[in-house]
């Protein structure tokens, strides 16, 4: 089974200062990576995906996120917080040959981010 | 455009109870998905609709709940009768399903979601 892991349930970092969220995926075969944000009371909004090709993908916001195949990971990073990215972050899989449950987009658990003024 | 519209955005209702949410998705988006997320997780994968038909519901627990998607528009998800556990937001997305694997790599719009409680 497919399973996402954001081994980070906080993360705080100062305004201006780069900011890193985590993620290492579980797949079978080749993945789809994507990010997502969602604020208080508020749905997901996408920010990136990785699809193929160049294992940097850049995104939203200023956001971008680097797949590494080889340590299954796709963090998320930005050069330069903000104190309006304060938001909770959410990391998901889903396997290029999709079958059964890999149809499944599978979430991580989310890590709050803070950014601090 | 407009976004993935859900109604109503909160709920409180009684164990036994029942209830029913609406989503009404982007406009020429085919698939259609209801998610379920406990406070402190991540989003889980209730229903998928492609157009009017069901694609995935394995995770659906369908003594209690059921969803539909009649015109291959808007839907509606149904619980009863209503746990404790069912306490959740319910959030409904959507996206575009172009032939092929193209699909499995389209970005999912969610709405604002129903945040339900279970007394």
């Known amino acids: 089974a497919q399973s996402v892991a954001q081994p980070e349930d906080q993360v705080n970092v100062a305004e201006g200062n780069p900011l890193t969220v985590k993620c290492t995926y579980s797949?079978?075969?080749?993945?789809?990576l994507f990010w997502y944000v969602q604020y208080p009371n508020r749905g997901l909004q996408f920010l990136l995906k990785?699809?193929?090709?160049?294992?940097l993908v850049k995104g939203s916001y200023g956001f971008e996120a680097e797949f590494n195949k080889s340590q299954t990971s796709f963090h998320l990073k930005k050069p330069s917080a903000l104190v309006s990215d304060s938001a909770l972050y959410f990391c998901?899989?889903?396997?290029?040959?999709?079958?059964?449950?890999?149809?499944?987009?599978?979430f991580g658990s989310g890590t709050q981010l803070t950014v601090l003024p | 455009e407009a976004g993935v519209a859900q109604s109503p955005r909160y709920k409180i209702i009684e164990k036994r109870q029942s209830v029913a949410f609406w989503c009404n998705p982007i406009?020429?988006?085919?698939?259609l998905y209801w998610y379920q997320q406990i406070l402190g997780q991540g989003p889980k994968l209730l229903i998928q609709?492609?157009?009017?038909?069901?694609?995935?519901d394995s995770q659906l627990p369908k003594d209690r709940f059921s969803a539909e998607r009649l015109k291959g528009v808007d839907s509606t998800l149904k619980i009863q009768p209503a746990k404790l556990e069912d306490s959740a937001v319910y959030l409904c997305?959507?996206?575009?399903?172009?032939?092929?694997?193209?699909?499995?790599?389209?970005?999912?719009?969610f709405g604002d979601g129903t945040r339900l409680s279970i007394l």
């Open positions: 406009s020429g988006h085919a698939t």
């Open positions: 609709f492609q157009n009017n038909g069901v694609v995935d």
């Open positions: 997305a959507s996206s575009l399903a172009p032939s092929g694997t193209g699909q499995y790599n389209q970005p999912q719009h």
């Open positions: 998901a899989v889903r396997a290029r040959i999709s079958s059964g449950s890999a149809r499944q987009l599978t």
């Open positions: 797949v079978s075969g080749n993945p789809y």
């Open positions: 990785y699809i193929t090709g160049d294992n």
